[in-house]
């Protein structure tokens, strides 16, 4: 994760142009959504997320059901290794391309669901 850190939940209003509109604010560069709050987010290229990348994920895991990952434009699927891990620390992963992750997001966060996000953004 890096510095940036927005400390509440709060629906994704935008994305797009490199970055996300939340909160009022905008930010350049990939999220993660957490319990704890939405933090900057150094991504790997999509195909190399794994247990490193999803530090933050793995560190909130008592309070995350459901985890969206948006891997940009494309879908791209995780590495079995890496759903392996996110299955034993009880959290479901959904991979999908960004925009329809945003979406997922807002949906299950007004339904006040236990859902974090990692999204790589996109032009």
């Known amino acids: 994760m890096r ?3 927005f400390p509440g939940r709060s629906p994704i209003d ?3 142009d490199g970055g996300f509109r939340f909160a009022g604010m905008s930010h350049r560069g ?3 959504c957490l319990p704890s709050g939405i933090h900057g987010w150094t991504a790997p290229p999509a195909e190399a997320i794994d247990e490193a ?3 933050g994920v793995f560190a ?3 309070a995350i059901e459901v985890l969206l990952v948006g891997t940009g434009v494309d879908l791209v699927p995780l590495a079995p290794a890496i759903r392996s891990r996110l299955r034993e620390a009880g959290i479901g992963a959904e991979v999908m391309a960004t925009g329809a992750a945003v979406r997922t997001f807002n949906v299950l966060l007004a339904e006040e669901r236990a859902v974090a996000a990692a999204l790589i953004a996109v032009d």
């Open 60 to 62: 909130e895991s008592e």
């Open 14 to 16: 935008a994305y797009g």
């Open 53 to 55: 990348a999803l530090a």
């Open 30 to 32: 990939d999220l993660l």
């Open 3 to 5: 510095e940036a850190h």
